[in-house]
């Protein structure tokens, strides 16, 4: 079983709101990343990161932003929440021996009203 | 084109094999994946495979892979209802994932 840990599982939110999700691991891992999924299943890469102090955008354009000040920490902040973000927001983490297995968290649907 | 292509849906009798398809892009991917994705839950990783194979068999899985059309496949021998889920396949480009488009599979009791 794999330990990354997303919260909060679910979230409603009003528009303009901030907020931050959550995701930690404790396997050590070096690579960490975010993505968005569509309604219709598809998964877009938003963020990923490398190591510790590096970040970098992914192939989907999002106005959200992203730190890794820790290891085991990869937090994904929306400055002005809108409704266009309603979505479910997957992290997920690997690390850099052999296969790039990646281990994903549970998920946070957010769902900005 | 850049993307991963699968069809979206699949319905099977319990009982009988499923098979699931994909069409990667990157002839360079050094290992292609398969990860399932239950309702409300995160992925998991089923099986991957090395892109210098043509097959492998995990249990009631089996992955099949044809570089050259650069076509993926994964098979599911005598489908059960907890097999319902919606399978991503995943091509590797520089530590990415690309995933596929999800295909939604039902097995009907």
């Known amino acids: 079983e794999a330990d990354i840990y997303q919260t909060p599982r679910y979230l409603v939110i009003g528009t303009g709101k901030k907020i931050t999700l959550e995701c930690s691991q404790t396997m050590g891992h070096d690579k960490m990343y975010w993505y968005q999924q569509d309604p219709g299943m598809e998964l877009h890469l938003i963020h990923y990161?490398?190591?510790?102090?590096?970040?970098e955008k992914g192939d989907l354009s999002s106005e959200s932003t992203v730190s890794r000040i820790r290891t085991e920490h990869f937090p994904l902040t929306l400055e002005s929440a809108r409704p266009s973000h309603t979505s479910q927001y997957l992290c997920?983490?690997?690390?850099?021996?052999?296969?790039?297995?990646?281990?994903f968290g549970a998920g946070t649907r957010l769902s900005v009203l | 084109g850049e993307d991963v292509e699968q069809s979206l849906f699949l319905s099977v009798r319990e009982g009988d094999s499923s098979v699931i398809n994909c069409t990667y892009t990157d002839s360079s991917s050094t290992y292609l994946y398969w990860y399932k994705q239950e309702p409300g839950a995160g992925l998991q990783l089923l099986t991957y495979i090395f892109s210098n194979m043509d097959m492998k068999q995990d249990q009631r899985l089996t992955v099949l892979l044809n570089k050259k059309d650069k076509h993926l496949s994964l098979r599911i021998a005598d489908t059960q209802t907890g097999d319902s889920a919606i399978y991503f396949c995943a091509e590797e480009r520089t530590y990415k994932y690309i995933f596929g488009t999800g295909t939604r599979l039902k097995v009907l009791a």
């Open positions: 990161s490398y190591g510790v102090n590096s970040t």
């Open positions: 997920a983490s690997s690390d850099s021996a052999g296969v790039n297995i990646q281990y």
